[in-house]
């Protein structure tokens, strides 16, 4: 069974660095692309990049590009995404999902989601 | 900047038929764009309907289909459930960018 499980809720100030996670199981995770999605409250989703574990090949959206980092540990099956100075506009829900047929295909499974707070 | 564009609002009866669409601010939609259709429902995580216009999930329910229609990709929801009652959003492939339209909130009403 496909299993994406990402880290828990945080709740960070502006400036601060974060690093969430996702886990992967169920399939060959150096395979398949990794996409992280941002979903600012009330709003739809916002596809940001994807990574290639195989390789670490990434892409950015350039709404996100220098933004955000997108990061993979395949020796863990672990896809992170990364801020190196949050801020308040950060706030939002963060998805991960795998991205099959490479960046024309879908998003088929995805993460529970993981809720980011920044707040002063 | 491009910009995808969805219905805000839809109303089906239970039973009933409804098309949701997207459009592109570029023109029209066609294959190349390679439309995706996702659910989502209060507190979940998108789920994903349709890919590639038309094609479907083991998981995607047979009322539910994917076209193009009139320069747009098109979901057509065919004997609305209540359960089908969300918001659904497209996606569309642009040339190394992929972008989310804002979504249709459907009521089965």
């Known amino acids: 069974e496909v299993q994406l499980v990402q880290s828990g809720e945080e709740v960070k100030k502006p400036g601060e660095p974060l690093k969430i996670s996702c886990k992967a199981s169920g399939y060959s995770f150096t395979n398949y692309w990794i996409a992280w999605v941002r979903q600012m409250p009330g709003k739809g989703p916002e596809w940001m990049g994807i990574?290639?574990?195989?390789?670490?090949?990434?892409k950015y959206s350039p709404s996100f590009q220098g933004q955000v980092t997108i990061l993979v540990d395949k020796s863990i099956n672990t896809a992170y995404l990364q801020w190196s100075s949050l801020r308040a506009s950060d706030t939002a829900m963060y998805y991960c999902?795998?991205?099959?047929?490479?960046?024309?295909?879908?998003?088929?499974?995805w993460g529970q989601g993981a809720l980011v707070t920044v707040s002063s | 900047q491009t910009v995808v564009t969805q219905e805000p609002s839809l109303t089906v009866s239970p039973g009933g038929t409804v098309t949701l669409t997207c459009a592109s601010s570029t023109g029209a939609v066609t294959s190349v764009y390679f439309p995706n259709w996702f659910q989502q429902k209060p507190g979940q995580a998108p789920r994903s309907l349709i890919y590639?216009?038309?094609n479907k999930h083991s998981w995607t329910p047979a009322r539910f289909s994917g076209s193009l229609l009139g320069g747009k990709a098109a979901l057509t929801l065919s004997g609305a459930q209540p359960e089908d009652e969300a918001e659904y959003y497209c996606?569309?492939?642009?040339?190394?960018?992929?972008?989310f339209g804002g979504g249709t909130k459907l009521t089965v009403l």
């Open positions: 990574i290639f574990p195989g390789d670490s090949e990434t």
């Open positions: 590639s216009t038309t």
């Open positions: 996606l569309l492939y642009y040339d190394g960018a992929v972008i």
């Open positions: 999902a795998r991205h099959i047929g490479g960046i024309t295909g879908t998003l088929d499974f």
